[in-house]
């Protein structure tokens, strides 16, 4: 049973606990009552109502308790409230050291700072997280978030290691799935900049090919008719080896996207590089074929 769920039957029991103690006194206590209101709604998953409520109780110094305030911070994780779930980690840690919800509000710090876009200042916490609590069931989901700090920082490298840890050492955990994820996303980006790479190289052959082809042409005015004619035909083998190459290369992009899904390829902006300087290549191609065709026509 994870630590949630059993501090979830525990605030089950406290709320008992409270109701009991409020239906036997004789007159209504303020904290009692949020208390117990606050304690309803974070068991419903009601986390707003919850936040508001269990803010209100830690006002009373009845309520001024490890188990309110660690409520608190996590409902207020669950409603995406980073900024005030982080600042009251700080006051938990200021107030009760040594509780047994230091490890939590610990790693609840680095979550808060993830999603508040402090990618450095939340690798520093999780770091320290996974230092002291090495065993802690929250181990791989803190090595996950640290490796999404790298990746929201183009640390492909790092953020690899991290991922393939979390597949590789804990296969059953929660975050196995989407590291897996992550790591897919990675090799798929660095096999596009390879294919990225390799089109580029094919462009200055193209290039280089052209200006051959434009300095033959000065020269063919003063060379036989039959040389001219072997040029150009060299130059036509070479300009179709640099199309076919192209056409391989589109195919296997093509492979790529259909592998990988619409998504990766919609959000890729190394994609569209590369679909335009296809583009860009077709039609230079196509330049250097007419041009081609028009000379050996003068020719003939």
Same mark, same amino acid.
Not at 36 to 45: E, L, R
Not at 134 to 148: G, K, N
Not at 270 to 288: I, P
């Given at each position: 049973?994870?630590?949630?769920k059993?501090?979830f039957?525990?605030c089950? !029991?406290?709320?008992?606990?409270?109701?009991?103690?409020?239906?036997?006194?004789?007159?209504?206590?303020?904290?009692?009552?949020?208390?117990?209101? #606050?304690?309803?709604?974070?068991?419903? #998953?009601?986390?707003?109502?919850? !936040?508001f409520?269990?803010?209100?109780?830690?006002? *009373?110094?009845?309520?001024?308790?490890?188990?309110t305030?660690y409520?608190? !911070?996590?409902?207020?994780?669950?409603?995406?409230?980073y900024?005030n779930? @982080?600042?009251? =980690?700080?006051t +938990?840690?200021?107030?009760?050291?040594d509780?047994?919800?230091?490890?939590?509000?610990?790693?609840?710090?680095?979550?808060?700072? @993830? =999603?508040?876009?402090e990618?450095?200042? %939340?690798?520093?916490i999780? %770091?320290?997280? =996974?230092?002291q +609590?090495?065993?802690?069931?929250?181990?791989? %989901?803190?090595l *996950?978030?640290?490796?999404?700090?790298?990746?929201?920082? *183009?640390?492909y490298?790092?953020?690899?290691?991290? *991922?393939?840890a979390?597949?590789?050492?804990?296969p059953?955990?929660?975050?196995?799935?989407s590291?897996?994820?992550?790591?897919?996303?990675?090799?798929?980006?660095?096999?596009?900049e390879?294919l990225?790479y390799l089109?580029?190289?094919?462009?200055?052959? +193209?290039?280089?090919?052209?200006?051959?082809?434009?300095?033959q042409?000065?020269?063919?005015?003063?060379? %036989?008719?039959?040389?001219?004619?072997?040029?150009?035909?060299d130059?036509?083998?070479q300009?179709?080896?640099?199309?076919?190459h192209i056409?391989?290369?589109?195919? &296997? !992009?093509?492979?790529?996207?259909?592998?990988?899904?619409? &998504?990766?390829?919609k959000?890729?902006?190394?994609?569209?590089e590369? +679909? @335009?300087?296809?583009?860009?290549?077709?039609?230079?191609?196509?330049?250097t074929?007419?041009?081609?065709?028009?000379? &050996?026509? #003068?020719?003939?």
């Amino acid at each position: 049973m994870s630590f949630l769920k059993k501090f979830f039957g525990f605030c089950m !029991i406290l709320l008992f606990s409270a109701s009991l103690g409020f239906a036997q006194s004789s007159s209504q206590s303020p904290a009692v009552t949020a208390f117990v209101q #606050g304690a309803k709604a974070f068991g419903a #998953g009601e986390w707003t109502s919850s !936040i508001f409520l269990l803010r209100k109780a830690v006002s *009373y110094p009845e309520n001024f308790t490890a188990e309110t305030w660690y409520m608190l !911070i996590t409902a207020e994780m669950y409603a995406g409230e980073y900024k005030n779930a @982080f600042q009251d =980690c700080e006051t +938990y840690a200021r107030n009760f050291p040594d509780s047994p919800y230091d490890s939590y509000v610990l790693y609840h710090r680095g979550r808060a700072l @993830f =999603c508040m876009g402090e990618y450095e200042k %939340s690798v520093l916490i999780l %770091s320290d997280f =996974c230092h002291q +609590y090495p065993e802690h069931e929250m181990y791989p %989901s803190a090595l *996950y978030w640290i490796a999404e700090s790298f990746f929201a920082t *183009y640390n492909y490298e790092d953020a690899e290691l991290l *991922y393939n840890a979390v597949v590789n050492d804990y296969p059953d955990d929660a975050k196995a799935d989407s590291a897996q994820y992550r790591l897919e996303t990675i090799r798929q980006a660095a096999r596009e900049e390879k294919l990225l790479y390799l089109l580029k190289e094919t462009g200055e052959e +193209y290039l280089a090919a052209k200006e051959e082809y434009e300095r033959q042409l000065k020269l063919s005015g003063i060379d %036989s008719t039959s040389d001219a004619r072997r040029r150009i035909l060299d130059l036509q083998r070479q300009n179709a080896d640099n199309e076919r190459h192209i056409l391989e290369l589109e195919h &296997e !992009i093509a492979q790529l996207k259909e592998k990988l899904g619409d &998504e990766v390829a919609k959000n890729s902006d190394v994609k569209k590089e590369t +679909y @335009f300087l296809l583009q860009d290549l077709k039609r230079k191609a196509a330049e250097t074929q007419k041009l081609l065709n028009d000379k &050996e026509r #003068g020719d003939l």
